[in-house]
């Protein structure tokens, strides 16, 4: 029985060193060298496991979606996707009932439970590269459809620059292009479409300033003012043409004309028998030559244009080009009334010369002499609103030098008077209708101020 209570108190003895070791490191009966290598490893792993808890921040999300950053976790249940357009992963709240218990504790301060283990970043970061792959793999097919399809819309940029170094080549500089056009038009073998072509196309290019002064330099403009001396009509109608843009507001341009004999030309065609659509062009090409051009006005009154321009009004059938000589006539006009104004002030922007070349027209004597003041007055019988317009607009520049010839034609009265009852009525149409426009009230005006004037 002693021997039996001395092996049961060693077997006690042995269990409770055993216990004492397992449950208190510094107690066991191990080594020191392996306590301290174990302990050191289940310190390091404790601070792996911390780390890796700070790293993952808890991402509150709410019912929009919102960009999640790298190193964020995101509590369970949770709308997670993969932006392709900016490749950032967006989150939001998928439902709200899940979400109420954890932000209910939220509020009260405590932290989720998320396993770290599951949501660390390493498994994010490969999480959204298997995504990325996954996207790409199911866009792949959509991305060649569509790169063919642009391959047939569209030729590739090799092929295009290929045609634009050969276009290179024989691009024409508008110099150039002009040159080949009167080439054209001044040969010999050219055919009269031929002509005609080159001619419409060198009215486009003349248009530009210095483009015209460019067919002057290479005498080009010479050629087209011989061309006036053609005998096909229609070459003198294309020729005005040119003629009319070049001239246009160029006074380089208007000199050279003036010398190369132009001025006679036209008038030589309006004088004589010729189709309207070429006296039509010529008389453009002339307003273009005479405006702002005193010299030109000067010789144009030496060389019997008011007496052309007279005849020309009066023939039959020409109703259209006598609107356009009663618009170039109002436009003389003032043009020198406007000069005289400014030789009376004596402005710094006035120019001496331009002003006595101005004094050397005698365009109002001219128009007074040979009856222009009865000739416009009796185009008030004109039915087109815009042809009395323009009438009505001369005859008002003119009531200075013609006020006497006005009261002496008992028939410009009449006239007047019937339209003036004429524009009350659609004057009062107009205010009728609320029309913004007065276009009716004003010509009632002109015909009013007219009326006073001549009682």
């Known amino acids: 029985m002693a021997l039996l209570g001395m092996l049961l108190g060693l077997l006690m003895a042995s269990c409770f060193t055993f216990c004492l070791s397992h449950q208190n490191p510094e107690f066991a009966l191990t080594s020191p060298e392996k306590s301290r290598t174990k302990e050191a490893d289940r310190k390091e792993t404790t601070a792996e496991e911390e780390l890796d808890s700070e790293v993952l921040e808890v991402f509150y999300p709410t019912h929009e979606w919102q960009a999640l950053r790298p190193g964020q976790a995101v509590p369970a249940g949770s709308h997670v996707r993969l932006n392709l357009q900016t490749g950032a992963r967006e989150v939001k709240l998928q439902e709200e009932d899940k979400f109420r218990s954890n932000l209910k504790g939220l509020k009260k301060g405590r932290r989720l439970d998320i396993n ?51 276009l290179n080549v024989i691009i024409e500089t508008d110099m150039q292009i002009m040159v080949r056009l009167i080439n054209k038009f001044n040969s010999s073998s050219s055919s009269l479409e031929e002509k005609i072509a080159a001619l419409f196309d060198l009215e486009y290019y003349v248009h530009q300033m210095d483009n015209a002064q460019d067919l002057l330099s290479f005498g080009g403009l010479q050629v087209v003012i011989n061309g006036l001396n053609s005998t096909e009509p229609l070459v003198k109608e294309y020729a005005a043409f040119v003629l009319g843009a070049a001239f246009s507001s160029n006074p380089k341009v208007q000199v050279e004309a003036i010398e190369g004999g132009a001025l006679q030309k036209l008038l030589v065609i309006l004088a004589t028998e010729q189709p309207l659509p070429a006296k039509k062009k010529v008389l453009f090409a002339l307003c ?35 609107v356009r000589v009663v618009t170039l006539l109002y436009d003389l006009v003032t043009e020198k009334q406007k000069f005289a104004e400014e030789e009376a002030e004596l402005t710094q922007e006035t120019s001496p010369e331009k002003l006595q070349q101005y004094r050397q027209v005698p365009l109002l004597p001219g128009l007074r002499e040979q009856g222009w003041c009865e000739i416009i007055a009796h185009l008030l019988a004109l039915p087109e609103h815009d042809a009395r317009e323009k009438v009505l607009q001369t005859l008002g520049a003119l009531l200075a030098t013609c006020r006497d010839r006005y009261r002496q034609d008992p028939q410009l009265n009449r006239t007047l008077v019937s339209l003036q009852a004429e524009y009350q009525a659609l004057a009062a149409l107009e205010l009728q209708d609320g029309e913004d426009e007065s276009y009716f009230r004003e010509l009632l005006g002109s015909i009013n101020s007219l009326l006073k004037e001549l009682r």
């Open 288 to 322: 273009s030559l005479l405006r702002h051009f005193p010299y030109a006005q000067q010789q144009f009154l030496k060389l019997g244009g008011l007496q052309v321009l007279r005849s020309l009004v009066q023939a039959k059938g020409t109703e259209m080009l006598a």
């Open 116 to 166: 770290t283990n599951t949501y660390t970043s390493q498994d994010l970061k490969s999480a959204l590269a298997k995504f990325k792959e996954g996207a790409e793999v199911e866009s792949s097919k959509e991305d060649k459809a569509r790169q063919a399809k642009v391959k047939r819309l569209f030729r590739p940029i090799e092929e295009l620059k290929k045609d634009f170094e050969e």
